[in-house]
């Protein structure tokens, strides 16, 4: 990086700035991307009070000195953008500057796929949504919509559980049929879609408020994970058959479709070993936390030959023990559910890192996982962690 002269314009990915500004110097590099921009910020041993970026030469300018920042937010929309301009010398309160906030580029879906700076971290201890009195011992999939409202199942008590948007009580309980749950999915009109094939061979569907539920595929053992693309296609990761099969919800007569793994147990491009948790991104690429292999798998739309692109044999990312779940951020940036280690890792522009369980060792206090194999982002960008051994449900707030 060079440093150089510089001057004012936009940069995207801030949300909710308050700062005091004193008479200010600005520092300007070169070469840089934006996100580098973000983390200089973030990081500067001085204290910052804004930075502007320029995407047609690449520059990043930094305004610093007797500066007294109350609080500086990174969250999840890529497209606002905030407008530092005509900063004066004299002393300015700036407030809650947010300029020209869109939507996310992911409108369309009805779950969370919040996009983070590279520099995103989160507290280390968790904070307890729900404990073994509320929903049993070995919580077995958390999904949480648009709405933040919160499903959990569990394998112990043989139900599904539901909050809404920031509510500590149940608003709705779902049981009868189904038993030895492993996981659940919510479609996009709000039907719950429930594993239920340890006892009874099948996936089932409940409407709302619905006191039964319907089969709508049939399945030879449990779906370990569950998922529904923006196609209405239905995923479920077979660990005990080392196969992974879709099936097509507007065509109720149709049959599942192996999509990933054939089987039998191996380790090469085309096998899986224990598959747990499945994504399905935008454009149908499939990713499985293939537990047993020690690695994530991704399989592009068709093809039966998958790409590890997480565990110790591939350099440059991370090794893995007994990965049981994957969620893609909204910049495509893999978190994963690193059981075996007792953590959470994910990637970002910067590499792999650890975000949450970073001791290197399982435990019952709020830093520390034991067994986790569920989670699922809010709105927000918080981290819901289904903690099986610890017998609660909580959840890891974003900085």
């Not at 973000?38 to 009070?49: A, E, K, Q, Y």
């Not at 300018?61 to 920042?69: C, G, L, M, W």
Request: charged residues 10%.
């Amino acid at each position: 990086m060079q440093i150089v002269s510089g001057s004012l314009t936009q940069v995207p990915v801030i949300h909710n700035v308050s700062m005091h500004v004193s008479h200010f110097n600005s520092t300007t590099i070169i070469n840089s991307t934006c996100d580098q921009c973000i983390c200089l910020m973030l990081m500067n041993v001085t204290p910052i009070s804004s930075f502007n970026y320029f995407r047609n030469n690449k520059t990043c300018e930094i305004f610093s000195e007797a500066v007294v920042t109350s609080q500086v937010s990174l969250v999840s929309n890529s497209n606002s953008s905030v407008y530092f301009i005509s900063l004066p010398i004299d002393d300015i309160q700036l407030t809650t500057a947010v300029i020209e906030e869109n939507t996310s580029s992911f409108t369309g879906l009805w779950y969370n796929r919040p996009m983070f700076s590279p520099c995103a971290s989160w507290y280390p201890d968790a904070t307890t949504f729900a404990n073994e009195s509320t929903i049993g011992s070995c919580t077995h999939g958390i999904f949480i919509d648009a709405y933040n409202t919160l499903y959990a199942g569990s394998y112990s008590h043989n139900l599904v559980k539901v909050w809404a948007n920031g509510s500590s009580t149940v608003t709705r309980t779902i049981q009868g049929g189904f038993s030895e749950l492993y996981s659940l999915f919510v479609s996009m009109n709000g039907d719950v879609y429930i594993d239920n094939g340890e006892s009874n061979g099948q996936v089932d569907k409940w409407i709302s408020n619905a006191m039964n539920g319907t089969r709508v595929m049939n399945i030879s053992a449990p779906c370990f994970g569950l998922f529904i693309d923006t196609n209405n296609t239905l995923y479920c990761s077979l660990a005990n058959l080392n196969k992974v099969l879709k099936f097509d919800l507007t065509n109720v007569s149709g049959t599942p479709v192996m999509v990933a793994g054939n089987g039998s147990s191996g380790s090469t491009s085309s096998l899986l070993h224990s598959p747990w948790g499945i994504y399905v991104d935008t454009d149908f690429t499939l990713y499985v936390a293939d537990a047993g292999n020690n690695r994530i798998q991704c399989f592009k739309f068709g093809e039966l030959n998958g790409t590890t692109v997480a565990g110790a044999t591939v350099p440059g990312t991370i090794p893995l023990s007994d990965p049981s779940g994957v969620v893609l951020d909204g910049n495509g940036y893999l978190f994963i559910m690193d059981t075996g280690h007792n953590r959470i890792v994910a990637s970002s522009s910067a590499g792999f890192r650890c975000v949450a369980g970073c001791s290197g060792h399982n435990g019952s206090t709020a830093d520390t996982l034991y067994s986790a194999r569920y989670m699922a982002f809010d709105t927000y960008g918080n981290i819901f962690v289904g903690d099986d051994d610890n017998g609660i449900i909580g959840y890891l707030k974003t900085k």
